[in-house]
């Protein structure tokens, strides 16, 4: 049961599909990925530490990873709290007995009998403050970091060189493909008009909605010109997947702006990850671009090697994976399940609705123990996707 703790559940946390199948790259990387994960979790269990210990509460323990005291590192103690490191990386907690109901409490301090007769019961938005702690130092997290990225590389862009045909529908709207575009043909001109961005061909061919206007693509190892007349349908679609060549730049901007910026993504990534988990729980519908894999549930496995990936591709990458698992860890830890810190605060709610009077212990206990066991089993899930990805079906 993990009812005597406020814990940290890392997986399972949607992936970035574009890493899906990137492989492990080298311990190094491994181990980078390992650190950034282990700095979120105790970002998270350091907010609960902390208002914890501000209101009064008793922590007996701060644990970065779970596992019993014989089988982890004691790094110490500091504010009567005993600091350790466990050796399953799965997560972390901070012990607060006095979140917890009277018999639950006793157990968790059965060690210190002198504290265990000094417990107090602390008003109810006290509390749910201490739960919510953890969420919102994730979430302030993600937005410093995203400000350090924009502030000292830049916000990034891409500087287009050229655009060009992906792919030609061969289904639905066939006009480029009987008129004989190809994949791979880049785009020179439409109607007379350079075409050098996404942007251009857009607006070149919605001016020829139903008119036939040529389209000049170069074609072939010698870039042969080829000049195509065609004639987009009303809703302006000539049926085409397009791709850019060119660089990723970072633009620097004004220190204030980075600051701007970093809240406004980091809300509008918040926003899309409760989305996500929406798609994923069939709440919340796919848009058409979304695949079933982009959906796929990854566990800690998967986690560290996008996250070794990341590290590969730079320090801008590595940072801006490390806001995306913040996030998630955020939002989904604010969940209203029993043993996520969402589910203490509806607890809480739902104890002061009622005048004070808690929700019955042995409930709560049951509750923990089902839905604890079905975030080992998703969590479990997500591992398995780790293995087929990283040995094949």
Known sequence: MMTSTLSTAVSPILGDAAMFFSSLSGFTSIAVMVLGLCLLITIHELGHWFVARLFGFKTPVFSIGFGPRKWSIVLGKFWD?????????????????????????????????????????????????????????????????????????????YNVHSTYIKDVSTTQVTIARDAGLQANDQLVSVGGGKIVTPEDLTKAI??????????????????????????????????????????????????????GDATKLTGNMITMTFKGFGMMLGIVDKPAGVSDQDMEVRGIVGIVQMGADAVNQGVFNFVWFLVVISINLAVMNILPLPILDGGHIVFFLIEKVRGGKPVDAKLKGKLYSIFGALLISLMLYGLFNDMVHIFGR
């Open 81 to 157: 709290t005993e600091f350790r490191l466990a050796p399953i990386l799965a997560g972390g907690y901070v012990s607060i007995p006095e979140l917890q109901d009277e018999t639950t409490a006793q157990e968790l301090l059965k060690d210190d009998p002198d504290a265990a007769k000094d417990l107090k019961v602390f008003p109810v938005w006290q509390r749910i403050c201490v739960a919510a702690a953890g969420v919102v130092f994730n979430v302030v997290s993600a937005v410093i970091m995203l400000f350090a990225l924009f502030a000292f590389i830049g916000e990034p862009g």
């Open 206 to 259: 919605q001016a020829n909605k139903g008119v036939p206007v040529e389209v000049v693509v170069t074609r072939g190892p010698n870039n042969d010109k080829v000049a195509i007349s065609l004639t987009p349908d009303a809703t302006g679609k000539i049926g085409i997947a397009i791709g850019v060549n060119g660089e990723q730049v970072y633009n620097p901007v004004s220190v204030g702006k980075a600051a």
